[in-house]
Nanobody, 122 residues
Framework: QLVESGGGLVQPGGSLRLSCEVS????????IGWFRQAPGKEREGVSC????????NHADSAKGRFTISSDNVKNIVYLQMNTRPPEDTAMYLC?????????????????WGQGIPVTVSE
């Protein structure tokens, strides 16, 4: 199970931290990723963390602004965001897949959370 929290309204340039509570998927065996989907657009990978503490991938739009991290005791994966409108306004979802991932693309991931909306606006 993957349950997102921490979304909502944030001002441009503000910070927001999303949380994905993970149950049933070990970080040693599963890759975890954050994705987003804006209305009328395809789902895109934002930041992903490969299994066994492996490589972290970030989309070009996220580099330098978003950070993915995990708390292995609490089984939570975080996405720290420094926001920029309007591109960061979207539904944000976390996802998991067994094994390592090469890229951070939606087609690589199998298990999905329900998502949580983020709106960047004054």
């Amino acid at each position: 199970q993957l349950v997102e929290s921490g979304g909502g309204l944030v001002q441009p340039g503000g910070s927001l931290r999303l949380s994905c509570e993970v149950s049933g998927y070990s970080f040693d065996s599963y890759s975890i990723g954050w994705f987003r989907q804006a209305p009328g657009k395809e789902r895109e990978g934002v930041s992903c963390m490969s299994s066994s503490g492996g490589r972290k991938n970030h989309a070009d739009s996220a580099k330098g602004r978003f950070t993915i991290s995990s708390d292995n005791v609490k089984n939570i994966v975080y996405l720290q965001m420094n926001t920029r409108p309007p591109e960061d306004t979207a539904m944000y979802l976390c996802a998991a897949v067994f094994g390592a991932t090469i890229f951070c693309t939606a087609i690589e991931f199998v298990y999905w959370g329900q998502g949580i909306p983020v709106t960047v606006s004054e």
